[in-house]
């Protein structure tokens, strides 16, 4: 079955520094991956999509890596502030012949910034 | 304009009870999800639907759940009889038709489940 592994539950690191997460999946090979920010008492909130033909994405602070051959993603925030410490997951689109768009989430990573 | 609201935010009830979650996802948007997160698991779809129909329900865990989207509009999903595995954080989310550009799903913050 498909799987998605974000290797750290918690990440702590000083403000100004940059954070990197990752995800690894198995057993598929998905046409797109995305991340998600998640706060306490919140629901997820869309990021980054990025496709299975794109290596990089950025956003302002934020950058995507994606590569299919070790089937894992990197997601890096530069420059980090205390405001960016959130749980961050990494979600794919399940894999079968029926509707789009229904995603399988990793449990995320709880990313602290201290000032 | 307005996101994705769910109602209750919390509900606290006995096993053998029922409740009703309710889902008002964003207006237009065609294609409606529901999710659930069990206390240190990750987030698990349950279900899809776009407009009224029921287009995947294959994450459902069983047929105490019942899911609804009358109209296409909101949608409710009923947990009868509820059990103490049923405990969870219980997600909707929304999207335009074919996804947009991103496959964006706007989710709504969440009920919160709990069966004593």
């Known amino acids: 079955s498909q799987k998605i592994e974000q290797n750290s539950e918690a990440l702590n690191i000083q403000e100004g520094k940059t954070a990197t997460l990752t995800c690894n999946y198995t057993?598929?090979?998905?046409?797109?991956l995305q991340w998600y920010r998640q706060d306490p008492g919140r629901g997820p909130v869309f990021l980054l999509l990025?496709?299975?033909?794109?290596k990089e994405k950025r956003k302002e602070r934020l950058k995507v890596t994606f590569d299919t051959t070790l089937k894992q993603s990197l997601f890096h925030i530069t420059a980090s502030q205390p405001a960016d410490s959130a749980t961050y997951l990494c979600a794919l689109p399940r894999r079968y012949g029926g509707s789009q768009g229904n995603l399988i989430f990793g449990k995320g990573t709880k990313l602290s910034v201290k000032p | 304009e307005a996101g994705v609201t769910q109602f209750p935010s919390h509900s606290v009830i006995e096993k053998g009870q029922t409740v009703t979650l309710r889902c008002d996802p964003i207006s237009g948007h065609d294609n409606l999800y529901w999710y659930r997160r069990v206390m240190g698991k990750e987030i698990k779809f349950l279900l899809h639907?776009?407009?009224?129909?029921?287009?995947?329900e294959s994450g459902m865990p069983n047929n105490r759940f019942l899911a609804e989207r009358t109209g296409g509009t909101y949608s409710t999903l009923k947990v009868q009889p509820a059990e103490l595995e049923d405990s969870g954080v219980y997600f909707c989310?929304?999207?335009?038709?074919?996804?947009?550009?991103?496959?964006?799903?706007?989710f709504g913050p969440g009920t919160r489940l709990t069966v004593l």
């Open positions: 990025i496709r299975e033909n794109e």
């Open positions: 639907f776009v407009k009224e129909s029921k287009q995947d």
């Open positions: 989310a929304s999207s335009e038709r074919g996804g947009g550009r991103n496959n964006e799903q706007f």
């Open positions: 057993n598929y090979s998905p046409a797109y």
